[in-house]
């Protein structure tokens, strides 16, 4: 089981930046591929980046050469550096956990409560 807590969500007016963190409880972090995920009111979740344990990279076309996933084993946390934000990046944004990067990539695993951005125009 790993409990996982997104912070750093907020609102932001268009062309603006935002970091968001997700603190992983487990000691075995390093181990794991972790992700980010969206949801838009009334639109499914949907997929926006992911990082293997070595720190491969993955993302949607809808944000590459905008956000930047990263993660720090030490502290058990991945960060979403988003820049560049647009009105149609408003969401709540879930942190996922899994061995498997593709299980990452496709449907996410250990989720945490998600955290709002909204991007004013």
């Known amino acids: 089981q790993v409990q996982l807590v997104e912070s750093g969500g907020g609102s932001v007016q268009a062309g603006g930046s935002l970091r968001l963190s997700c603190a992983a409880s487990r000691r075995t972090f390093s181990n794991y591929a972790m992700g980010w995920f969206r949801q838009a009111p009334g639109k499914e979740r949907e997929f926006v980046a992911a990082?293997?344990?070595?720190?491969?990279?993955y993302y949607a076309d809808s944000v590459k050469g905008r956000f930047t996933i990263s993660r720090d084993n030490a502290k058990n946390t991945v960060y979403l550096q988003m820049n560049s934000l647009k009105p149609e990046d408003t969401a709540v944004y879930f942190c996922a956990a899994n061995e498997d990067l593709a299980v990452v990539t496709t449907r996410g695993g250990y989720w945490g409560q998600g955290t709002q951005v909204t991007v004013s125009s």
């Open positions: 990082i293997s344990w070595n720190s491969m990279t």
